[in-house]
């Protein structure tokens, strides 16, 4: 079904287990036939691995575009955010409440930092996961930002997970919110889950976007997951097409059009 639809993969990772981790990963997209990605660097380690293959990127900017994970408790994130931006990456904004350890607290410094980069995209990790249960608050911050940045392009990367209907429900209106499927579509394939993952393909398929969230999960698993979503979805060629690849450049394609000049 996959086959003849060109893909991209708007959410995953470097695998830092491999030697060379950015080359790896294309050959992977290459094997996938993944076009596009989104490449997500939450953490420092990411950061650095992806800045000593700076040329690699270079020679490949047009499959890339950037998110770059911003920790109000990490000055370097900011450094680090800055250097990408004047090696001309013009990385988008990502939020990660729980592996940051953030608080509602923390949403006015965001949004005056989210100020000062006007039109970049921002991403919320929305991912319920682990024992941190005061820092699950991904639905709220994407909330929270979407209603003050009216004119921005806001990600719940993977739906609000545990919180899939809370997340769909609280942001029906809010038309500048996306949502991407990543490890949801994998993780919790033989659950309810799956349910309401289906149900909202078929109700909001113009705002859904694939992704993969690799290496958690291998790239042909995931697509064959979301695939199976799609048939039972019922969508259509046009349906099918968006969540996989026309959704993505709504939300990057102006940046996507800059890299690749």
């Known amino acids: 079904m996959l ?42 380690a990411e950061r650095k691995t992806f800045l000593k293959d700076i040329q690699v990127y270079n020679q490949n900017k047009g499959r890339f575009i950037i998110l770059s994970g911003i920790n109000v408790h990490d000055e370097s994130s900011i450094n680090e955010f800055e250097q990408l931006m004047n090696l001309d990456c013009t990385p988008g904004i990502k939020i990660h409440p729980r592996l940051f350890e953030l608080t509602l607290d923390d949403i006015p410094w965001y ?25 699950h608050i991904g639905v709220e911050y ?22 899939f209907l809370k997340c769909m429900m609280a942001t029906r209106y809010l038309n500048n919110v996306y949502y991407d499927y990543s490890f949801i579509q994998s993780f919790f394939k033989n659950t309810s889950l799956r349910l309401d993952m289906v149900e909202f393909l078929r109700r909001t398929s113009f705002r859904i976007m694939y992704g993969s969230d690799y290496p958690s999960f291998k790239l042909a698993e995931c697509k064959n997951d979301f695939a199976a979503l799609i048939t039972e979805a019922g969508l259509s060629e046009k349906q099918t097409r968006d969540v996989l690849y026309n959704n993505a450049l709504e939300v990057y394609g102006d940046r996507l059009s800059f890299l690749e000049r």
């Open 3 to 44: 086959m003849d639809t060109s893909i991209i993969d708007a959410h995953l990772h470097l695998d830092l287990k491999e030697q060379n981790p950015l080359t790896s990963l294309l050959a992977k997209m290459d094997e996938e036939d993944i076009e596009k990605c989104v490449l997500i660097l939450n953490m420092p």
């Open 111 to 135: 949004i005056d930092f989210c100020e000062k980069y006007p039109g970049l995209p921002i991403m919320i990790d929305s991912l319920f996961y682990g024992e941190m249960i005061e820092h």
């Open 142 to 163: 994407g909330v929270h930002l979407a209603r003050h940045f009216k004119d921005r392009k806001i990600i719940m990367a993977h739906s609000g997970s545990l919180d």
